[in-house]
């Protein structure tokens, strides 16, 4: 069964670097998306991505946030200057479509550590 | 500005049946009632939707009231496995795929 998978697992970094998180969506989706959940928070949505650019971003997704699509498979999220309080699960998920009806496929998570 | 509401947690016995409430009352004509999951250290995982009739899968049962105002996810023998925080989520023409989690459902299942 295709599934979407994330690297690293884990990363930690020093406070004011700039990270790289990445995602291999499942191959036949168009529509992309990072959440994040905080230790014993709810799950958040990040950004949503399609043929491109950005469609919806939530307040969290400040001008320190970028997401990419370099190639033809990977979705990338970049965070150019690390604060601790970005410390968290990162998820990416994608889907075929967004209807109502579309299902989203979350990857495992990559689990950010800002000391 | 949740838009479903769901006990804190629920506790069940293996091979028992287990009936997870979600409560929608704001839930409008075009809106579909989505259930995902989350096992401990996981990404979310889909479980079920629906629309106005109740549904089934290899997961669960999906049953919806006639006003649509409440759902209920049904797991029809839990194992262990099914330990984990399950979501009801409302996905409308508005949403844009945007998925809104609440703080869901913990589910404990005791052997």
């Known amino acids: 069964e295709p599934e979407v998978t994330q690297t690293p697992s884990h990363q930690v970094t020093q406070m004011g670097q700039e990270v790289i998180l990445r995602c291999v969506p499942i191959s036949n989706h168009l529509y992309f998306y990072w959440y994040r959940q905080i230790l014993g928070q709810k799950v958040e949505f990040l950004v949503s991505f399609y043929n491109n650019e950005i469609s919806e971003k939530s307040e969290i997704f400040d001008d320190q946030f970028s997401v990419e699509r370099p190639d033809g498979s990977n979705f990338t999220l970049k965070i150019r200057s690390t604060k601790l309080e970005d410390s968290a699960m990162y998820f990416c998920?994608?889907?075929?479509?967004?209807?109502?009806?579309?299902?989203?496929?979350f990857g495992p998570g990559t689990r950010l550590t800002v000391l | 500005d949740a838009k479903t509401t769901q006990p804190n947690s629920m506790e069940s016995n293996e091979e028992e049946p287990v009936h997870l409430p979600c409560n929608h009352s704001t839930i409008s004509g075009t809106d579909y009632i989505h259930w995902y999951r989350q096992l401990p250290s996981q990404g979310p995982e889909y479980v079920i939707h629906?629309?106005?009739s109740n549904v089934n899968n290899r997961m669960a049962s999906l049953a919806i009231a006639e006003d649509r105002k409440s759902s209920t996810l049904i797991l029809h023998r839990a194992t262990l496995r099914d330990a984990a925080v399950y979501y009801c989520i409302l996905t409308g023409t508005d949403s844009w795929g945007k998925l809104q989690f609440g703080a869901g459902t913990q589910v404990v299942v005791t052997p």
């Open positions: 998920a994608s889907s075929a479509g967004i209807a109502s009806t579309d299902t989203q496929y």
């Open positions: 629906g629309l106005t």
